[in-house]
């Protein structure tokens, strides 16, 4: 086994830095917190990197699948806040990754391409008031029209986050009788602009690239043809929501947590090298010194864990128990991380003139969204083949 980082890889995080460092300094990061805002021309800037690129196979206009790298840019991002990182992931993966695993040819060759260019967002409309984890109760209703032409949507969406900025959203919707949780299920890519549709904002702490939404449905009509997967793939949606677009699923919000605990270390590691207490630099206190590396080395294992099943994931290979063990790991151990960083800052890991703060409500986030710990754990015992009776 090689661990050595490829050029290509150091290439395009320096990249990435130098990009940041100018058009996503500090400051901007923390103004676009406050207001739950993106800076869209700073985005398009991003995408002209041809990051957006990197989920899409080069017949549709990107750069070829590469998960790791892809990975990586979130990673990245994510040091600097999630003012970039959130809409990426909204174009890269809840649009580029889902289409490429689920979409028919005709809807491959509309979006794609335009979201190769980071030219379309998407949000998820799955989760519901009464519906979180357990998806497959999904209670937002569709029906086909009487000619079959177009779908009739009613209900509302939770958690719906960047469905104010998001072009599409990839709703779950039960498309047949209830008791039959899994095999009337359909996913349905619905433009936001489509009249009968309202959004609620919800207040919300961390992740504020966006506002968090309830969407609500009121007989929207889209076409036939936004069926995710074509006409023939009403009532197959489940297969679709568990395939490999949710062990991706599982790594980007594994690679935001990492970003976040990455620049949490780093920022405290400096904090502590400048800041003198009892006539000597905070760092040389051996409580200090202790917090910091313990933070470092299990930044380390994050690391590794979350490149393993991004590396399954690149080759096409089966990563459902990795993918589920790298956000259970790191998303649990990041928290800590952070928590940790923050107290090594003392007071000022409090202020809002420090990003510690922000790196805080962030991670908070992350053991609950991208499915929960808990979910993780019953994964991968189910994957295993562990006994439940």
């Given at each position: 086994?090689?661990?050595?980082?490829?050029?290509?890889?150091?290439?395009?995080?320096?990249?990435?830095?130098?990009?940041?460092?100018?058009?996503?300094?500090?400051?901007?990061?923390?103004?676009?917190?406050?207001?739950?805002?993106?800076?869209?021309?700073?985005?398009?800037?991003?995408?002209?990197?041809?990051?957006?690129?990197?989920?899409?196979?080069?017949?549709?206009?990107?750069?070829?699948?590469?998960?790791?790298?892809?990975?990586?840019?979130?990673?990245?991002?994510?040091?600097?806040?999630?003012?970039?990182?959130?809409?990426?992931?909204?174009?890269?993966?809840?649009?580029?990754?889902?289409?490429?695993?689920?979409?028919?040819?005709?809807?491959?060759?509309?979006?794609?391409?335009?979201?190769?260019?980071?030219?379309?967002?998407?949000?998820?409309?799955?989760?519901?008031?009464?519906?979180?984890?357990?998806?497959?109760?999904?209670?937002?209703?569709?029906?086909?029209?009487?000619?079959?032409?177009?779908?009739?949507?009613?209900?509302?969406?939770?958690?719906?986050?960047?469905?104010?900025?998001?072009?599409?959203?990839?709703?779950?919707?039960?498309?047949?009788?209830?008791?039959?949780?899994?095999?009337?299920?359909?996913?349905?890519?619905?433009?936001?602009?489509?009249?009968?549709?309202?959004?609620?904002?919800?207040?919300?702490?961390?992740?504020?690239?966006?506002?968090?939404?309830?969407?609500?449905?009121?007989?929207?009509?889209?076409?036939?043809?936004?069926?995710?997967?074509?006409?023939?793939?009403?009532?197959?949606?489940?297969?679709?929501?568990?395939?490999?677009?949710?062990?991706?699923?599982?790594?980007?919000?594994?690679?935001?947590?990492?970003?976040?605990?990455?620049?949490?270390?780093?920022?405290?590691?400096?904090?502590?090298?400048?800041?003198?207490?009892?006539?000597?630099?905070?760092?040389?206190?051996?409580?200090?010194?202790?917090?910091?590396?313990?933070?470092?080395?299990?930044?380390?294992?994050?690391?590794?864990?979350?490149?393993?099943?991004?590396?399954?994931?690149?080759?096409?290979?089966?990563?459902?128990?990795?993918?589920?063990?790298?956000?259970?790991?790191?998303?649990?151990?990041?928290?800590?991380?952070?928590?940790?960083?923050?107290?090594?800052?003392?007071?000022?890991?409090?202020?809002?003139?420090?990003?510690?703060?922000?790196y805080v409500r962030d991670i908070v986030c992350m053991p609950i969204v991208g499915g929960s710990s808990n979910m993780q754990k019953n994964n991968i015992a189910s994957r295993l083949n562990l006994p439940a009776h």
């Open positions: 086994m090689n661990f050595d980082e490829p050029a290509e890889t150091t290439m395009l995080r320096d990249t990435l830095r130098r990009f940041l460092d100018k058009e996503m300094p500090r400051e901007l990061a923390r103004q676009l917190d406050l207001k739950a805002a993106y800076d869209a021309s700073v985005f398009a800037k991003l995408c002209k990197l041809g990051v957006t690129g990197m989920t899409v196979p080069e017949e549709y206009g990107g750069t070829g699948i590469d998960v790791l790298s892809a990975i990586i840019v979130i990673e990245e991002l994510a040091k600097r806040g999630t003012s970039l990182t959130g809409p990426y992931i909204h174009c890269a993966f809840y649009g580029a990754m889902n289409l490429v695993e689920n979409a028919s040819e005709e809807q491959k060759r509309e979006y794609l391409p335009k979201l190769a260019e980071g030219k379309l967002l998407f949000a998820y409309g799955l989760s519901e008031p009464d519906v979180g984890g357990d998806l497959a109760s999904a209670t937002v209703t569709a029906r086909l029209s009487a000619d079959g032409e177009k779908i009739v949507i009613n209900g509302t969406k939770r958690w719906c986050t960047g469905a104010r900025i998001a072009d599409v959203i990839y709703t779950l919707v039960r498309s047949g009788p209830k008791e039959d949780r899994y095999r009337n299920l359909s996913l349905v890519l619905v433009p936001t602009t489509t009249p009968g549709i309202s959004i609620v904002d919800i207040e919300h702490i961390g992740l504020r690239y966006s506002e968090t939404t309830d969407v609500i449905f009121d007989e929207v009509e889209v076409p036939a043809t936004n069926i995710v997967g074509g006409r023939q793939a009403w009532n197959k949606g489940w297969p679709m929501l568990v395939g490999r677009g949710l062990d991706v699923e599982r790594l980007e919000i594994t690679a935001c947590a990492l970003g976040i605990a990455t620049g949490a270390v780093e920022d405290a590691w400096s904090y502590a090298q400048e800041r003198e207490q009892f006539g000597k630099k905070i760092c040389a206190h051996q409580a200090v010194r202790h917090m910091l590396v313990e933070a470092r080395t299990k930044l380390a294992a994050c690391r590794h864990m979350l490149y393993h099943a991004a590396w399954l994931a690149t080759a096409s290979r089966d990563c459902s128990v990795e993918s589920s063990m790298a956000k259970l790991f790191v998303a649990d151990n990041a928290v800590d991380i952070v928590l940790a960083c923050q107290r090594v800052m003392g007071a000022y890991g409090c202020a809002r003139e420090y990003d510690m703060e922000r």
